[in-house]
Each structure stands twice: as structure tokens, then as C-alpha cells.
């Protein structure tokens, strides 16, 4: 059974930092793309960065604004992604991804792009 379990969610300062975690099980995502999707209360997921299997990524810049990073160990079939500057507006449910395709060099940003996903983890931002 593949799994993405995610880790490191809850409340921080605005200003603050938070770094979330994700480990794959089941099968190995070396070759995927891997990425992290969020949710806002009230809104659509969003995409937020994504990255190759060889480590180049891409970052929903509306979403990121330069203080999100995203990075990957495929030995450890993990990726983590680091966000900093944090405000009210990030307030959100995180999701882990992963597409079931592998080798692909392009970062999709569309849901229906990433095969599995995780349960999601809660990210607060409060002043």
C-alpha cells in the first residue's frame, strides 16, 4: 500500500518559520515528481512547489513569494519543504504529492496531475 505521510504541521508566530515533512512508503518515488499542494479554508487547493526527480523545482511564485523551498532526498524516498516569512494568509491544510509517472522532467501544477497524495497536515499562522 503506497502512503505519504506527512509531518510538522501547527501553530507558529506570524513572521515565523515551520518546516514540513513527508515520507513515502510502499514503493519508491526517486524518479517522481514530488510537491506539496495546499489548502485554504474556504478556497480550491492550490499548487505550491514541485520538484523533479534530479531536484529542479518549480514554485507557485503567487503562493511562495520567494520564502518557500522544497527539498527532496530519493534514498530516504522523502521530501520536505520549508517555509519561512510566514503570514495569516498560509493558514492552511498542506498536502504532500507525488505523480505515479516517473523520469518526467516537467512540474505539473494541476491536481489531477499527482496519483498520490497524502492526509494532509494542518499549518496555523497566527499573530
Known amino acids: 500500500q503506497v502512503q505519504l505521510v506527512e509531518s510538522g504541521g501547527g501553530l507558529v508566530q506570524t513572521g515565523g518559520s515551520l518546516g514540513l515533512s513527508c515520507a513515502a512508503s510502499g514503493r519508491t518515488f526517486s524518479r517522481n515528481v514530488l510537491g506539496w499542494f495546499r489548502q485554504v479554508p474556504g478556497k480550491k487547493r492550490e499548487f505550491v512547489i514541485g520538484a523533479t526527480w534530479s531536484g529542479n523545482t518549480i514554485a507557485n511564485i503567487d503562493v511562495s513569494k520567494g520564502r518557500f523551498s522544497l527539498s527532496r532526498d530519493n534514498s530516504k524516498n522523502t521530501v520536505n519543504l520549508q517555509m519561512t516569512r510566514l503570514s495569516a494568509e498560509d493558514t492552511a491544510v498542506y498536502y504532500c504529492?507525488?505523480?505515479?509517472?516517473?523520469?518526467?522532467?516537467?512540474?505539473?501544477?494541476?491536481?489531477?496531475?499527482?496519483?498520490?497524495w497524502g492526509q494532509g497536515t494542518q499549518v496555523t499562522v497566527s499573530s
Open positions: 504529492v507525488a505523480t505515479a509517472e516517473s523520469g518526467s522532467t516537467l512540474i505539473p501544477s494541476r491536481e489531477d496531475s499527482y496519483a498520490y
